[in-house]
């Protein structure tokens, strides 16, 4: 059972930048393809970013040029650097398998862009 633990989420303006970080208890965490979603009220959960085993990255068009995803094997550990922040970006954030079979979502970290 891999436990998925994200964290950095808070209240920021528009305009600013948050780092969320995602750490996962995997054993072998670096073969897996690891993704950063977003669930906003109302909406489905969609994946905004992603980044495979080999540093490969991939966006949703509408976070590309702000947010940057990046991972740390020897932390099992993956961010999500988010700039020039948006009241769209507004949602609960989570990370899993960006591939393959998901693993229990864990609770997300809450990121509110509001002035």
């Known amino acids: 059972q891999v436990v998925l633990v994200e964290s950095g989420g808070g209240l920021v303006q528009p305009g600013g930048s948050l780092r969320l970080s995602c750490v996962a208890s995997a054993s072998f965490f670096s073969i897996y393809d690891m993704g950063w979603y977003r669930q906003a009220p109302g909406k489905q959960r969609e994946l905004v970013a992603d980044?495979?085993?080999?540093?490969?990255?991939n966006y949703a068009d509408s976070v590309k040029g702000r947010f940057t995803i990046s991972r740390d094997n020897s932390k099992k550990t993956v961010y999500l650097q988010m700039t020039s922040l948006k009241p769209e970006d507004t949602a609960v954030y989570y990370c899993?398998?960006?591939?393959?079979?998901?693993?229990?979502w864990g609770l997300g970290t809450q990121v509110t862009v509001s002035s």
């Open positions: 980044i495979s085993r080999g540093d490969s990255t």
């Open positions: 899993n398998r960006a591939r393959g079979a998901m693993w229990s």
